[in-house]
């Protein structure tokens, strides 16, 4: 089983739309967990963080169950700019750094 | 904030050449990596440092060397590039935290070896 794992897409929703992915995780004892954005031919940026209760940050929602050993990340309202690919990114205690391989998302106009 | 500069942007290089890949960041973190992003792989870790004059390989350390004199420079150099070796190469840094570092990006480098 690979360490991070999530679905490649791509996912295509209609602007408005409500989408949401998963990103799961092998290792029980990681320490904590991140959305990155990454847009074509940039960079990765951090998105969120994701908490033990869940935390939302405007139309973005991320959730940890550590009970399944996975993270979702729910988008509200989609906007042409949410198109990108999201990055699931686990670190262990020992500082060592997992990405996913990304999802992309089109949001269609 | 200047924040992580990686140069160049862009190199073409033929196969059997050497090069080096700057990047420096001015946040004084300890933590300094190297990752190369191609089609279908996601990021894979070549190199990291936890602090100066300490360096570790990561996932795809083979033909990549690095070293970390300062907190801020972390060069990567390929010693004798190969087509293998066509990526985008992303400099990475966050402070240690045990468990909890946030990754700060260069903008890339996109390297095409011939």
């Known amino acids: 089983r690979k360490e991070v794992e999530q679905d490649p897409g791509p996912f295509n929703v209609p602007e408005g739309a409500t989408v949401a992915f998963n990103c799961t995780y092998s290792n029980s004892a990681s320490q904590s967990f991140f959305w990155y954005r990454q847009d074509c031919r940039k960079e990765p940026k951090l998105l969120m963080s994701v908490y033990s209760s869940g935390n939302e940050d405007g139309r973005f929602t991320a959730q940890l169950n550590r009970a399944s050993q996975y993270i979702s990340l729910l988008i509200r309202d989609s906007k042409l700019s949410d198109s990108a690919t999201y990055l699931c990114v686990v670190n262990n205690r020992d500082d060592k750094i997992i990405f996913g391989k990304g999802t992309r998302l089109h949001i269609l106009p | 904030n200047a924040g992580v500069t990686q140069t160049p942007k862009f190199q073409v290089l033929k196969t059997g050449q050497s090069m080096t890949l700057q990047c420096a960041q001015d946040m004084n973190h300890e933590y300094m990596s190297w990752y190369r992003q191609d089609p279908g792989m996601g990021l894979r870790l070549i190199h990291y440092?936890?602090?100066?004059?300490?360096?570790d390989q990561g996932e795809v350390p083979n033909g990549y060397n690095v070293s970390r004199s300062t907190t801020e420079d972390f060069p990567l150099r390929l010693l004798s590039a190969a087509p293998s070796q066509t990526s985008v190469y992303f400099c990475?840094?966050?402070?240690?935290?045990?468990?909890?570092?946030?990754?700060?990006f260069g903008a890339g480098s996109r390297l095409t070896v011939l």
């Open positions: 440092s936890v602090g100066a004059g300490i360096t």
């Open positions: 990475a840094s966050s402070y240690l935290t045990g468990g909890a570092n946030v990754l700060t």
